[in-house]
């Protein structure tokens, strides 16, 4: 438990923080949701429908009440946009590390026109 009070998140993600001012290296689960959201990431940034090559960069996140915004730089074939991105909170059964009861896709929630070296900003 952080000094927050709060399991399962470092002090720097108390909700409603700012996000943390360095990016991350995106895993699994982040290059996972631009997958998910490949299509409509590339339709936002002007990428011919359905032929666009998106692939997360780095990102930052923000703890919430509901679950979690991800703000993540994505190059969509040669060109960079910030894509902000939220996750439902998975809901899970009673007790201390319950299996999740199901889990909900990630929800595009805007995006921006960025450049390689453009900071990822709360938007």
């Not at 339709?43 to 429908?49: D, H, V």
């Not at 994505?74 to 899970?92: E, G, N, P, W």
């Not at 199901?102 to 453009?118: D, F, K």
């Amino acid at each position: 438990i952080g000094s927050n009070g709060t399991a399962g998140f470092a002090d720097r993600d108390y909700f409603g923080a700012v996000p943390e001012n360095v990016p991350q290296a995106p895993g699994e689960d982040v290059q996972g949701f631009v997958a998910q959201l490949r299509a409509d990431i590339a339709g936002r940034a002007g990428a011919p429908p359905g032929h666009a090559a998106c692939a997360a960069v780095s990102y930052k996140r923000q703890a919430v009440p509901m679950g979690t915004n991800y703000f993540v730089k994505v190059k969509v074939d040669a060109a960079y946009v910030h894509a902000r991105i939220f996750k439902l909170m998975d809901s899970t059964g009673f007790g201390f590390g319950a299996a999740p009861l199901h889990s909900t896709p990630p929800q595009l929630h805007s995006v921006r026109q960025a450049t390689e070296a453009a900071e990822i900003q709360w938007f």
